[in-house]
């Protein structure tokens, strides 16, 4: 009787411990399945609020921003004809202006016009007071540093021009020791200053905010010449009856393109498709003709 007792007992503390070892494994696998769903479930709203994130970054974009407000604001400088200027009734009208209205039809807004003067154009556009500029701006690779460009929209030829009875310039090298007058802030002046001056020797520049103001300086002789493009210069001579002309052949050519913020893709995207379109349905070729009076150049 004494011996049973004792196998007994044995038995029965290892019974307990291996129950009390299998309920604690139990224990432990019930915890990783709450831990693991406590987890996951936390996991699982940072995954939905990235996803939210992305999407509102994607449905954010400049282009939607312009679609949802119906409006795209446009800088120009609305002196300089015939690209851009306030007609008789007081609306900007232009060559600029008529591509300006026309690509906003095509993305389905309206266009807001935002006249200024050219230097302050690209810090407005910079500072999101603007959403495009379409002013004559020349494509450079110094601007693109700063800005992002549609493709050409124009191409022009810059000639140097002088008083009508002013026989001693020519040519750039002429400029030395003279005063040449430039717009503030335009690739004309840059390239005065980079290009020709270093080449020709010091002549003094000085800087006009706006085209009709420098022509008034140059027929009134208060500068000895300016460079500029043809079209810009026909309807402020004729309407003001400047003695001025056009001298030698063109200095250089320049293509100016849309201007808009960088890192706005789908915005620059839009603006290329609607100028390609304008393009190839004859669209372009209706402006170009109606404020130059011929057939744009081929590209």
Known sequence: MLNKKKTRKPMFLTLSVLLLVVLALAGCGSNNKSNNAQSAASEAPASASADSSANSSSDDNLLNQIKTAGVMKVGLMGTYAPYNFLNDNKEIDGFDADIAKEVAKRIGVKVEFAPQE??????????????????????????????????????????????????????????????????????????????????????NIKTYDDVITSLQDLNAGRIDATINNLYALKPIVDKNGFKIKAVGDAIKSDQAGIAVRKDNPEFLAALDQALTDMKADGTYNTIFKKWFGEEPPAE
Do not use: C, H, M, W
């Not at 810090?123 to 800005?147: F, H, M, N, W």
């Not at 124009?154 to 310039?169: A, G, Y």
């Not at 390239?191 to 020709?200: Q, W």
């Open 118 to 203: 050219f230097s302050g154009l690209i810090p407005s556009l910079q500072a999101g007071k603007i959403d495009a500029i379409i002013s004559q701006v020349t494509i450079t690779d110094e601007r693109k540093q700063q800005i992002d460009f549609s493709q050409p929209y124009i191409t022009n030829q810059v000639k140097i021009i002088v008083k009508e009875d002013n026989n001693s310039i020519t040519k750039l090298e002429d400029f030395k020791g003279k005063n040449i007058g430039v717009g503030l802030g335009t690739n004309d002046e840059s390239y005065l200053r980079n290009e020709v001056l270093p080449k020709v020797g010091k002549f």
